[in-house]
């Protein structure tokens, strides 16, 4: 068995085998893409920051502590959110670690499927 992990890729970027269960964690479908094309295989929309909180942080880097801990906080005070956090837990769990985070930010880095990676392994 080879080793699996999570990937974190952009809707943007090509699908591979290698992907695994593919996840979509923004709360708005990523613009200019179909479903074909995005090769999803579950939307876990209720998982993505809050609009307000998106809005604020804007994937400023100088914000990245201060949108963590929001987002967090929303994470276990949002039934929702809690949710969906609990369901992609047991993708974790169900497809052997190997699963894609699908987002579509060009920032890599700051954004809200790091903190999510962080929680999940």
């Known amino acids: 068995m080879g ?4 990937h974190l890729k952009r809707v943007y970027d090509e699908v591979r ?9 923004d709360r708005v479908w990523p613009r200019g893409v179909s479903k074909d094309r995005a090769q999803v295989d579950v939307w876990l929309k209720e998982i993505g920051p809050s609009p307000k909180l998106r809005k604020w942080f804007h994937h400023d880097p100088a914000k990245f502590e ?3 801990q929001l987002y967090l906080k929303e994470l276990k ?5 809690r ?11 169900e497809y052997e670690h190997n699963i894609t985070l699908v ?3 060009k920032e890599q880095q700051y954004n809200h499927v790091v903190i999510l990676t962080e929680l999940i392994t």
């Open 3 to 6: 080793v699996f992990s999570i």
């Open 17 to 25: 085998e290698e992907d695994g269960f593919r996840i979509l964690v």
């Open 66 to 68: 201060q949108f963590k």
């Open 77 to 81: 005070q949002e039934p929702e959110k």
């Open 83 to 93: 949710e969906a956090l609990d369901q992609l837990c047991t993708y974790y769990e």
């Open 103 to 105: 987002y579509a930010a």
